[in-house]
T-cell receptor, first 112, second 113 residues
Framework: DGGITQSPKYLFRKEGQNVTLSCEQN?????MYWYRQDPGQGLRLIYY???????QKGDIAEGYSVSREKKESFPLTVTSAQKNPTAFYLC???????????FGQGTRLTVV | AQKVTQAQTEISVVEKEDVTLDCVYE???????LFWYKQPPSGELVFLIR??????QNEISGRYSWNFQKSTSSFNFTITASQVVDSAVYFC??????????FGAGTTVTVRA
């Protein structure tokens, strides 16, 4: 089935550790995105990528890093510099010039 | 400046009632796309509809309908004869010149049996 796969579904991180969230899509979409959602709030854009080997900062990129070595994959690393990383993270992909996105099932990250 | 405003934070209705969710957007572009997503308790975002700025025709899909009015910059969503399974958070979103999605804060819909 075509779609977007995020893993893991739940992730626990100790303070000071970096963690990487996985996002894979087989929709042949050029664009991929990472969003963060906090309780009771909308989605905020962290990073996005239009094509392989290129990505741009979104509205809240500080403390995060990404790579786009393959069209299908867009992993997000939450670094120790992110002071409040506990949140729900959603990955999405789309046809770039149309906009809009199809979303994965999300990763819930908790700092312990 | 906020691009998408969903003024209703929460709406609670009894099953079979109709519910309308408001969405007001702001953009200077003439070409843009508007979206509605549903987020059930499981967390994933479910795509419901995409509408481009040149198509003001209202759309109906089963119990769902959308009213797009450029004159008032609104893209409202109505659920007719609501069901318990419609309980979710609904997001309106806009994609304009940079093709990124800007989301509203969401409206939580609770349908009581």
């Amino acid at each position: 089935d075509g779609g977007i796969t995020q893993s893991p579904k739940y992730l626990f991180r100790k303070e000071g550790q970096n963690v990487t969230l996985s996002c894979e899509q087989n929709l042949n979409h050029d664009a991929m995105y990472w969003y963060r959602q906090d309780p009771g709030q909308g989605l905020r854009l962290i990073y996005y990528s239009q094509i392989v080997n290129d990505f741009q900062k979104g509205d809240i990129a500080e403390g995060y890093s990404v790579s786009r070595e393959k069209k299908e994959s867009f992993p997000l690393t939450v670094t120790s510099a992110q002071k409040n990383p506990t949140a729900f993270y959603l990955c999405a992909s789309s046809i770039w010039q149309i906009g809009g996105a199809f979303f994965g099932q999300g990763t819930r990250l908790t700092v312990v | 400046a906020q691009k998408v405003t969903q003024a209703q934070t929460e709406i609670s209705v009894v099953e079979k009632e109709d519910v309308t969710l408001d969405c007001v957007y702001e953009t200077r572009d003439t070409t843009y796309y508007l979206f509605w997503y549903k987020q059930p308790p499981s967390g994933e975002l479910v795509f419901l509809i995409r509408r481009n700025s040149f198509d003001e025709q209202n759309e109906i899909s089963g119990r769902y309908s959308w009213n797009f009015q450029k004159s008032t910059s609104s893209f409202n969503f109505t659920i007719t004869a609501s069901q318990v399974v419609d309980s979710a958070v609904y997001f309106c979103a806009l994609s304009d010149d940079d093709y990124k999605l800007s989301f509203g804060a969401g409206t939580t819909v609770t349908v009581r049996a």
